[in-house]
Protein backbone atom coordinates (compact mmCIF):
# COMPACT_ATOMS: atom_id res chain seq x y z
CA UNK A 1 0.00 0.00 0.00
CA UNK A 2 1.55 3.29 -0.80
CA UNK A 3 0.74 6.32 1.36
CA UNK A 4 1.13 9.89 1.08
CA UNK A 5 2.99 12.16 3.62
CA UNK A 6 0.22 12.59 4.85
CA UNK A 7 -0.93 9.01 5.68
CA UNK A 8 -3.33 8.79 2.99
CA UNK A 9 -3.64 5.96 0.05
CA UNK A 10 -2.72 7.20 -3.37
CA UNK A 11 -5.07 6.69 -6.38
CA UNK A 12 -3.81 3.93 -7.73
CA UNK A 13 -3.93 2.09 -4.76
CA UNK A 14 -7.65 3.11 -4.23
CA UNK A 15 -8.45 1.29 -8.04
CA UNK A 16 -6.41 -2.06 -7.20
CA UNK A 17 -9.09 -2.45 -3.89
CA UNK A 18 -11.94 -1.23 -6.05
CA UNK A 19 -11.13 -3.66 -8.94
CA UNK A 20 -10.69 -6.59 -6.40
CA UNK A 21 -13.82 -5.51 -4.89
CA UNK A 22 -15.65 -5.54 -8.11
CA UNK A 23 -14.19 -9.37 -9.09
CA UNK A 24 -15.67 -10.20 -5.61
CA UNK A 25 -18.85 -8.88 -5.80
CA UNK A 26 -19.24 -10.42 -9.83
CA UNK A 27 -18.30 -13.78 -8.35
CA UNK A 28 -20.58 -13.49 -5.42
CA UNK A 29 -23.46 -12.10 -8.19
CA UNK A 30 -23.13 -15.09 -10.43
CA UNK A 31 -22.56 -17.84 -7.31
CA UNK A 32 -26.04 -16.13 -6.20
CA UNK A 33 -27.35 -15.92 -9.69
CA UNK A 34 -26.62 -20.00 -9.41
CA UNK A 35 -28.25 -20.75 -6.80
CA UNK A 36 -31.26 -18.58 -8.26
CA UNK A 37 -31.15 -20.74 -11.51
CA UNK A 38 -31.12 -24.23 -9.45
CA UNK A 39 -34.37 -23.75 -7.32
CA UNK A 40 -36.47 -21.94 -10.06
CA UNK A 41 -35.69 -25.61 -11.43
CA UNK A 42 -36.98 -27.61 -8.73
CA UNK A 43 -39.86 -25.61 -8.57
CA UNK A 44 -40.25 -26.04 -12.45
CA UNK A 45 -40.10 -29.31 -11.81
CA UNK A 46 -41.95 -29.64 -8.94
CA UNK A 47 -44.48 -27.58 -11.08
CA UNK A 48 -44.42 -30.32 -13.53
CA UNK A 49 -44.97 -33.00 -11.36
CA UNK A 50 -48.12 -31.77 -9.92
CA UNK A 51 -49.52 -30.95 -13.94
CA UNK A 52 -48.47 -34.57 -14.82
CA UNK A 53 -50.35 -36.16 -11.37
CA UNK A 54 -53.22 -34.15 -12.28
CA UNK A 55 -53.38 -35.60 -16.08
CA UNK A 56 -52.30 -38.93 -14.69
CA UNK A 57 -55.61 -38.84 -12.30
CA UNK A 58 -57.79 -37.60 -15.36
CA UNK A 59 -56.71 -40.17 -17.66
CA UNK A 60 -56.94 -43.13 -14.57
CA UNK A 61 -60.61 -41.75 -14.16
CA UNK A 62 -61.72 -42.12 -17.65
CA UNK A 63 -59.93 -45.55 -18.37
CA UNK A 64 -61.54 -46.82 -14.99
CA UNK A 65 -64.66 -45.70 -16.90
CA UNK A 66 -64.16 -46.72 -19.78
CA UNK A 67 -63.71 -50.25 -18.28
CA UNK A 68 -66.84 -50.12 -15.88
CA UNK A 69 -68.45 -49.30 -19.89
CA UNK A 70 -66.85 -52.34 -21.14
CA UNK A 71 -67.57 -54.80 -17.81
CA UNK A 72 -71.49 -53.71 -18.38
CA UNK A 73 -71.58 -54.29 -22.11
CA UNK A 74 -69.65 -57.40 -21.79
CA UNK A 75 -72.42 -58.40 -18.97
CA UNK A 76 -74.96 -57.27 -21.74
CA UNK A 77 -73.45 -58.75 -24.33
CA UNK A 78 -73.39 -62.83 -21.73
CA UNK A 79 -76.82 -61.86 -21.24
CA UNK A 80 -77.79 -61.58 -24.75
CA UNK A 81 -75.86 -64.46 -25.97
CA UNK A 82 -77.28 -66.80 -23.44
CA UNK A 83 -80.86 -65.58 -23.93
CA UNK A 84 -79.85 -65.95 -28.08
CA UNK A 85 -79.00 -69.99 -26.90
CA UNK A 86 -82.37 -70.50 -24.77
CA UNK A 87 -84.03 -69.13 -27.32
CA UNK A 88 -82.29 -71.32 -29.91
CA UNK A 89 -82.85 -74.47 -27.92
CA UNK A 90 -86.46 -73.86 -27.44
CA UNK A 91 -86.50 -73.46 -31.07
CA UNK A 92 -85.28 -76.96 -31.54
CA UNK A 93 -87.29 -78.43 -29.14
CA UNK A 94 -90.26 -77.06 -30.79
CA UNK A 95 -88.98 -78.15 -33.80
CA UNK A 96 -88.82 -81.60 -32.56
CA UNK A 97 -92.16 -81.69 -30.97
CA UNK A 98 -93.74 -79.58 -34.42
CA UNK A 99 -91.55 -82.28 -36.57
CA UNK A 100 -93.23 -85.59 -34.43
CA UNK A 101 -96.84 -83.88 -35.24
CA UNK A 102 -96.38 -83.36 -38.32
CA UNK A 103 -94.58 -86.44 -39.78
CA UNK A 104 -97.71 -88.29 -37.87
CA UNK A 105 -100.12 -87.91 -40.71
CA UNK A 106 -96.95 -88.03 -43.20
CA UNK A 107 -96.25 -91.68 -42.08
CA UNK A 108 -99.64 -92.66 -42.50
CA UNK A 109 -100.05 -91.25 -45.74
CA UNK A 110 -96.66 -93.06 -46.77
CA UNK A 111 -97.74 -96.06 -45.87
CA UNK A 112 -101.60 -96.22 -47.00
CA UNK A 113 -99.46 -95.01 -50.58
CA UNK A 114 -97.27 -97.98 -49.91
CA UNK A 115 -100.21 -100.53 -49.41
CA UNK A 116 -102.44 -99.31 -52.01
CA UNK A 117 -99.37 -99.64 -54.77
CA UNK A 118 -99.48 -103.60 -54.02
CA UNK A 119 -102.88 -103.76 -54.69
CA UNK A 120 -104.13 -104.53 -58.42
CA UNK A 121 -104.51 -101.19 -59.18
CA UNK A 122 -104.81 -99.62 -63.22
CA UNK A 123 -101.91 -97.91 -64.35
CA UNK A 124 -103.32 -94.62 -63.82
CA UNK A 125 -104.21 -94.62 -60.29
CA UNK A 126 -100.23 -96.08 -60.17
CA UNK A 127 -98.83 -93.38 -61.37
CA UNK A 128 -100.92 -91.06 -59.26
CA UNK A 129 -99.98 -93.04 -56.28
CA UNK A 130 -96.01 -92.14 -57.42
CA UNK A 131 -96.76 -88.21 -57.84
CA UNK A 132 -98.42 -88.83 -54.11
CA UNK A 133 -95.35 -90.23 -52.60
CA UNK A 134 -93.34 -87.77 -53.94
CA UNK A 135 -95.13 -84.90 -52.63
CA UNK A 136 -94.84 -86.79 -49.36
CA UNK A 137 -91.40 -87.19 -49.64
CA UNK A 138 -90.31 -83.57 -50.32
CA UNK A 139 -92.88 -82.64 -47.21
CA UNK A 140 -90.35 -85.09 -45.51
CA UNK A 141 -87.69 -83.64 -46.40
CA UNK A 142 -88.28 -80.47 -45.86
CA UNK A 143 -89.45 -80.92 -42.12
CA UNK A 144 -86.05 -83.04 -41.54
CA UNK A 145 -83.89 -80.22 -43.16
CA UNK A 146 -84.92 -78.04 -41.21
CA UNK A 147 -84.81 -80.11 -38.03
CA UNK A 148 -81.47 -80.45 -38.60
CA UNK A 149 -80.44 -76.97 -39.62
CA UNK A 150 -81.98 -76.30 -35.96
CA UNK A 151 -79.88 -79.01 -34.26
CA UNK A 152 -76.79 -77.45 -36.31
CA UNK A 153 -77.50 -74.14 -35.50
CA UNK A 154 -77.73 -75.41 -31.78
CA UNK A 155 -75.10 -77.05 -31.36
CA UNK A 156 -76.22 -80.30 -30.69
CA UNK A 157 -74.85 -82.22 -33.31
CA UNK A 158 -71.76 -83.84 -31.73
CA UNK A 159 -69.79 -85.47 -34.71
CA UNK A 160 -68.21 -88.93 -34.10
CA UNK A 161 -64.53 -88.81 -35.85
CA UNK A 162 -63.05 -91.93 -36.84
CA UNK A 163 -61.48 -93.64 -39.74
CA UNK A 164 -63.43 -93.29 -42.40
CA UNK A 165 -62.68 -95.49 -46.07
CA UNK A 166 -63.42 -93.23 -49.07
CA UNK A 167 -63.74 -96.21 -51.68
CA UNK A 168 -66.63 -97.80 -49.89
CA UNK A 169 -68.09 -94.36 -49.09
CA UNK A 170 -67.90 -93.32 -52.68
CA UNK A 171 -68.86 -96.42 -54.27
CA UNK A 172 -72.09 -96.33 -52.22
CA UNK A 173 -73.05 -92.82 -53.70
CA UNK A 174 -72.55 -93.47 -56.48
CA UNK A 175 -74.29 -96.76 -56.81
CA UNK A 176 -77.22 -95.39 -55.14
CA UNK A 177 -77.44 -92.07 -57.55
CA UNK A 178 -77.05 -94.02 -60.29
CA UNK A 179 -79.95 -94.78 -61.61
CA UNK A 180 -81.18 -91.26 -61.49
CA UNK A 181 -78.03 -90.42 -63.62
CA UNK A 182 -78.75 -92.61 -66.27
CA UNK A 183 -82.66 -91.55 -66.40
CA UNK A 184 -80.83 -88.43 -67.48
CA UNK A 185 -78.71 -89.75 -69.72
CA UNK A 186 -75.55 -88.12 -67.73
CA UNK A 187 -72.24 -90.13 -66.60
CA UNK A 188 -71.32 -90.44 -63.20
CA UNK A 189 -67.65 -91.56 -62.63
CA UNK A 190 -65.79 -92.28 -59.35
CA UNK A 191 -62.03 -91.97 -58.90
CA UNK A 192 -60.93 -93.00 -55.40
CA UNK A 193 -57.29 -94.69 -54.53
CA UNK A 194 -57.79 -96.80 -51.26
CA UNK A 195 -57.51 -93.36 -48.61
CA UNK A 196 -59.08 -93.37 -44.94
CA UNK A 197 -59.80 -90.10 -43.52
CA UNK A 198 -60.78 -88.93 -40.29
CA UNK A 199 -64.57 -87.85 -40.07
CA UNK A 200 -67.79 -88.87 -38.75
CA UNK A 201 -68.98 -91.20 -41.56
CA UNK A 202 -72.99 -90.40 -41.80
CA UNK A 203 -72.46 -86.80 -41.64
CA UNK A 204 -70.02 -87.15 -44.16
CA UNK A 205 -72.04 -89.65 -46.42
CA UNK A 206 -74.79 -86.63 -45.93
CA UNK A 207 -72.92 -84.22 -47.41
CA UNK A 208 -71.78 -86.00 -49.90
CA UNK A 209 -75.43 -86.68 -51.02
CA UNK A 210 -76.22 -83.41 -51.18
CA UNK A 211 -73.72 -82.74 -53.52
CA UNK A 212 -74.25 -85.12 -55.96
CA UNK A 213 -77.43 -84.48 -55.61
CA UNK A 214 -77.23 -81.14 -56.34
CA UNK A 215 -74.82 -82.02 -59.66
CA UNK A 216 -77.46 -84.64 -61.07
CA UNK A 217 -80.59 -82.08 -60.29
CA UNK A 218 -78.50 -79.69 -62.55
CA UNK A 219 -76.86 -81.34 -65.26
CA UNK A 220 -78.86 -81.54 -68.42
CA UNK A 221 -75.88 -83.17 -70.87
CA UNK A 222 -72.33 -84.48 -69.79
CA UNK A 223 -71.73 -86.10 -66.69
CA UNK A 224 -70.44 -85.88 -62.66
CA UNK A 225 -67.13 -87.02 -61.64
CA UNK A 226 -66.85 -87.91 -57.35
CA UNK A 227 -63.31 -87.95 -56.79
CA UNK A 228 -60.46 -87.92 -54.11
CA UNK A 229 -57.43 -87.65 -54.17
CA UNK A 230 -53.93 -86.37 -51.54
CA UNK A 231 -53.02 -82.89 -51.61
CA UNK A 232 -51.11 -81.21 -48.57
CA UNK A 233 -50.89 -83.75 -45.67
CA UNK A 234 -54.58 -84.14 -46.60
CA UNK A 235 -57.72 -85.57 -49.11
CA UNK A 236 -59.79 -83.40 -51.22
CA UNK A 237 -62.90 -84.55 -52.39
CA UNK A 238 -64.47 -82.88 -55.37
CA UNK A 239 -68.07 -83.68 -56.53
CA UNK A 240 -67.18 -81.59 -60.10
CA UNK A 241 -70.65 -81.38 -62.85
CA UNK A 242 -71.17 -80.30 -66.32
CA UNK A 243 -74.26 -78.41 -65.54
CA UNK A 244 -75.46 -74.95 -65.46
CA UNK A 245 -73.14 -73.67 -63.39
CA UNK A 246 -73.40 -70.99 -61.38
CA UNK A 247 -73.27 -66.99 -61.90
CA UNK A 248 -70.01 -65.48 -59.81
CA UNK A 249 -72.17 -63.09 -58.14
CA UNK A 250 -74.82 -66.12 -56.95
CA UNK A 251 -71.44 -68.13 -55.47
CA UNK A 252 -71.54 -66.55 -52.31
CA UNK A 253 -75.18 -67.27 -51.77
CA UNK A 254 -75.83 -70.59 -52.89
CA UNK A 255 -74.71 -71.81 -49.15
CA UNK A 256 -77.75 -69.44 -47.73
CA UNK A 257 -80.88 -71.25 -47.02
CA UNK A 258 -84.02 -71.36 -49.59
CA UNK A 259 -81.55 -69.57 -51.92
CA UNK A 260 -81.95 -70.87 -55.96
CA UNK A 261 -79.89 -69.14 -58.35
CA UNK A 262 -81.54 -68.12 -61.50
CA UNK A 263 -80.47 -70.48 -63.99
CA UNK A 264 -81.01 -73.51 -61.52
CA UNK A 265 -84.34 -72.25 -60.70
CA UNK A 266 -84.99 -72.15 -64.40
CA UNK A 267 -83.90 -75.64 -65.21
CA UNK A 268 -86.39 -78.19 -66.33
CA UNK A 269 -85.66 -80.40 -63.74
CA UNK A 270 -87.97 -80.64 -60.86
CA UNK A 271 -86.30 -77.50 -58.37
CA UNK A 272 -85.10 -78.33 -54.90
CA UNK A 273 -85.67 -76.56 -51.86
CA UNK A 274 -82.64 -74.77 -51.66
CA UNK A 275 -81.62 -76.26 -48.16
CA UNK A 276 -79.56 -78.53 -49.12
CA UNK A 277 -75.88 -76.49 -49.73
CA UNK A 278 -76.87 -74.62 -46.09
CA UNK A 279 -76.80 -78.29 -44.54
CA UNK A 280 -73.74 -79.26 -46.69
CA UNK A 281 -71.92 -76.22 -45.01
CA UNK A 282 -73.30 -76.31 -41.31
CA UNK A 283 -72.37 -80.02 -41.36
CA UNK A 284 -68.87 -79.32 -43.04
CA UNK A 285 -68.20 -76.34 -40.70
CA UNK A 286 -69.17 -78.82 -37.20
CA UNK A 287 -66.47 -81.59 -38.88
CA UNK A 288 -64.05 -78.58 -39.17
CA UNK A 289 -64.03 -79.88 -43.12
CA UNK A 290 -62.96 -76.68 -45.16
CA UNK A 291 -65.15 -76.56 -48.46
CA UNK A 292 -64.51 -74.75 -51.08
CA UNK A 293 -66.71 -73.59 -54.52
CA UNK A 294 -65.61 -73.03 -58.11
CA UNK A 295 -68.48 -72.69 -61.14
CA UNK A 296 -68.44 -70.54 -64.59
CA UNK A 297 -72.11 -70.49 -65.50
CA UNK A 298 -72.58 -73.12 -69.19
CA UNK A 299 -69.84 -75.46 -67.97
CA UNK A 300 -70.23 -76.45 -64.56
CA UNK A 301 -69.41 -76.92 -61.05
CA UNK A 302 -66.95 -78.26 -58.22
CA UNK A 303 -67.24 -78.27 -55.11
CA UNK A 304 -64.15 -79.19 -53.05
CA UNK A 305 -64.40 -80.76 -49.36
CA UNK A 306 -60.88 -81.20 -47.06
CA UNK A 307 -60.36 -83.88 -44.95
CA UNK A 308 -57.62 -85.39 -42.79
CA UNK A 309 -55.87 -88.12 -43.70
CA UNK A 310 -56.16 -91.28 -41.20
CA UNK A 311 -52.79 -93.28 -40.24
CA UNK A 312 -55.18 -95.79 -39.28
CA UNK A 313 -57.77 -98.07 -41.20
CA UNK A 314 -61.04 -98.21 -41.16
CA UNK A 315 -63.08 -100.68 -39.76
CA UNK A 316 -65.07 -103.43 -42.19
CA UNK A 317 -69.01 -103.03 -41.96
CA UNK A 318 -71.00 -105.38 -40.57
CA UNK A 319 -72.77 -107.16 -43.54
CA UNK A 320 -76.01 -106.14 -44.82
CA UNK A 321 -79.11 -107.84 -43.40
CA UNK A 322 -80.75 -110.75 -45.26
CA UNK A 323 -84.32 -110.68 -46.21
CA UNK A 324 -86.60 -113.39 -45.35
CA UNK A 325 -90.20 -113.98 -46.14
CA UNK A 326 -92.62 -112.88 -43.24
CA UNK A 327 -95.96 -115.73 -44.12
CA UNK A 328 -97.89 -116.38 -40.89
CA UNK A 329 -95.80 -114.39 -38.28
CA UNK A 330 -97.60 -112.66 -35.92
CA UNK A 331 -96.76 -109.07 -35.67
CA UNK A 332 -98.25 -106.68 -32.90
CA UNK A 333 -98.85 -103.30 -33.18
CA UNK A 334 -99.28 -100.67 -30.98
CA UNK A 335 -99.68 -97.14 -32.27
CA UNK A 336 -102.11 -94.61 -30.80
CA UNK A 337 -102.50 -93.02 -34.24
CA UNK A 338 -105.44 -94.03 -35.66
CA UNK A 339 -104.56 -93.59 -39.08
CA UNK A 340 -101.44 -94.81 -38.89
CA UNK A 341 -102.46 -97.76 -37.23
CA UNK A 342 -104.39 -98.79 -40.32
CA UNK A 343 -102.28 -98.16 -42.78
CA UNK A 344 -99.82 -100.17 -41.05
CA UNK A 345 -101.98 -103.46 -40.61
CA UNK A 346 -102.95 -102.82 -44.03
CA UNK A 347 -99.45 -103.06 -45.19
CA UNK A 348 -98.25 -105.63 -42.99
CA UNK A 349 -101.50 -107.94 -44.04
CA UNK A 350 -100.45 -107.41 -48.06
CA UNK A 351 -96.93 -108.79 -46.53
CA UNK A 352 -99.01 -111.93 -45.29
CA UNK A 353 -98.52 -111.29 -41.73
CA UNK A 354 -100.92 -111.87 -38.90
CA UNK A 355 -101.50 -108.25 -37.22
CA UNK A 356 -102.99 -107.16 -33.98
CA UNK A 357 -103.08 -103.61 -33.04
CA UNK A 358 -103.65 -101.73 -29.88
CA UNK A 359 -103.68 -97.90 -28.74
CA UNK A 360 -101.98 -98.32 -25.56
CA UNK A 361 -100.39 -101.05 -23.13
CA UNK A 362 -103.89 -101.36 -21.41
CA UNK A 363 -105.59 -102.86 -24.73
CA UNK A 364 -102.16 -105.24 -24.91
CA UNK A 365 -102.67 -106.28 -21.11
CA UNK A 366 -106.86 -107.01 -21.65
CA UNK A 367 -106.03 -108.88 -25.10
CA UNK A 368 -103.71 -111.33 -22.87
CA UNK A 369 -106.06 -111.68 -20.09
CA UNK A 370 -108.10 -112.81 -22.81
CA UNK A 371 -106.08 -115.57 -23.84
CA UNK A 372 -104.81 -113.84 -27.02
CA UNK A 373 -101.57 -115.76 -28.69
CA UNK A 374 -98.46 -114.15 -27.85
CA UNK A 375 -96.82 -112.19 -30.38
CA UNK A 376 -93.82 -113.45 -32.68
CA UNK A 377 -92.65 -109.69 -32.97
CA UNK A 378 -93.23 -106.28 -31.93
CA UNK A 379 -93.92 -102.50 -33.46
CA UNK A 380 -94.02 -100.27 -31.10
CA UNK A 381 -94.97 -96.55 -31.48
CA UNK A 382 -92.03 -94.51 -28.81
CA UNK A 383 -94.84 -92.07 -27.63
CA UNK A 384 -98.03 -92.82 -26.88
CA UNK A 385 -101.35 -91.08 -25.28
CA UNK A 386 -100.80 -89.71 -21.89
CA UNK A 387 -97.21 -89.33 -21.47
CA UNK A 388 -96.81 -93.34 -22.26
CA UNK A 389 -93.96 -95.23 -23.71
CA UNK A 390 -94.23 -98.29 -26.13
CA UNK A 391 -91.26 -99.34 -24.26
CA UNK A 392 -93.64 -100.44 -21.57
CA UNK A 393 -95.00 -102.52 -23.55
CA UNK A 394 -92.15 -104.61 -24.50
CA UNK A 395 -91.47 -105.10 -20.97
CA UNK A 396 -94.16 -106.32 -19.94
CA UNK A 397 -94.32 -108.76 -22.83
CA UNK A 398 -91.46 -110.11 -22.66
CA UNK A 399 -91.89 -110.92 -19.02
CA UNK A 400 -95.01 -113.44 -20.16
CA UNK A 401 -92.25 -115.32 -22.16
CA UNK A 402 -88.95 -117.35 -22.10
CA UNK A 403 -87.57 -116.87 -25.54
CA UNK A 404 -86.38 -113.38 -26.49
CA UNK A 405 -88.86 -111.25 -28.32
CA UNK A 406 -87.94 -108.43 -31.16
CA UNK A 407 -89.25 -105.18 -30.72
CA UNK A 408 -89.01 -102.14 -33.83
CA UNK A 409 -89.51 -99.01 -31.96
CA UNK A 410 -91.07 -96.36 -34.23
CA UNK A 411 -91.02 -92.81 -33.82
CA UNK A 412 -90.41 -89.34 -35.30
CA UNK A 413 -89.03 -87.77 -32.18
CA UNK A 414 -85.43 -87.46 -33.24
CA UNK A 415 -83.70 -86.63 -30.16
CA UNK A 416 -80.36 -88.54 -28.40
CA UNK A 417 -82.32 -89.42 -25.05
CA UNK A 418 -85.10 -91.46 -27.18
CA UNK A 419 -82.49 -93.46 -29.63
CA UNK A 420 -80.33 -93.97 -26.02
CA UNK A 421 -83.72 -95.97 -24.35
CA UNK A 422 -84.64 -97.83 -27.77
CA UNK A 423 -80.59 -99.34 -27.40
CA UNK A 424 -80.96 -99.89 -23.90
CA UNK A 425 -83.66 -101.55 -24.17
CA UNK A 426 -82.44 -103.88 -26.80
CA UNK A 427 -84.76 -102.94 -29.66
CA UNK A 428 -84.58 -101.51 -33.07
CA UNK A 429 -85.22 -98.00 -33.95
CA UNK A 430 -87.26 -97.52 -36.70
CA UNK A 431 -87.47 -93.51 -38.14
CA UNK A 432 -90.92 -91.92 -39.18
CA UNK A 433 -92.24 -91.93 -42.09
CA UNK A 434 -91.61 -95.63 -42.37
CA UNK A 435 -89.77 -96.48 -45.66
CA UNK A 436 -92.07 -99.46 -46.08
CA UNK A 437 -89.03 -101.30 -47.78
CA UNK A 438 -86.29 -100.75 -44.51
CA UNK A 439 -89.44 -101.98 -42.21
CA UNK A 440 -89.67 -104.91 -44.25
CA UNK A 441 -86.12 -105.94 -44.83
CA UNK A 442 -85.76 -105.23 -41.07
CA UNK A 443 -89.10 -107.65 -39.85
CA UNK A 444 -87.41 -110.61 -42.22
CA UNK A 445 -84.17 -110.16 -40.66
CA UNK A 446 -85.55 -109.99 -37.36
CA UNK A 447 -87.51 -113.03 -37.28
CA UNK A 448 -85.27 -115.11 -39.24
Not at 5 to 20: V, W
Not at 192 to 208: N, Y
Not at 423 to 443: F, N
Request: overall charge neutral; aromatic content about 4%; some cysteine.
Amino acid sequence: MTLHPNGLETDASLRRRIEKLERINAALMSHVERSMDQRGSAYSLFQTAIMLEGRVRTRTEELTGLMHRLERSNEALAAAKEEAETANRSKTRFLAAASHDLLQPVNAARLSISALADLDVPPEARTIAGQVERGLQTIEDLIKTLLDISKLDAGIVRPQLQPVFLPDLLAELAESFKPFAERKGLRLAVRCPDLTVVSDGVLLQRILQNLVSNAVRYTGAGGIVLAARRRAGGVRVEVTDTGCGIAAEECALVFDEFFRGGARSSSGDEPGLGLGLSIVRRMAQALDHPLTLASRPGHGTRVTLSLPLSAVPAAAAPPAPVATRLSGAHVLVVENDASTADALARLLQNWDAQVSTFRDLAGVRAAVAAGAALPDILVLDYHLDDGACGLDVAAYLRGRRLDPLPVIVTTADHTAEVEERVAAAGAELVRKPIKPAQLRSLLTFMLA
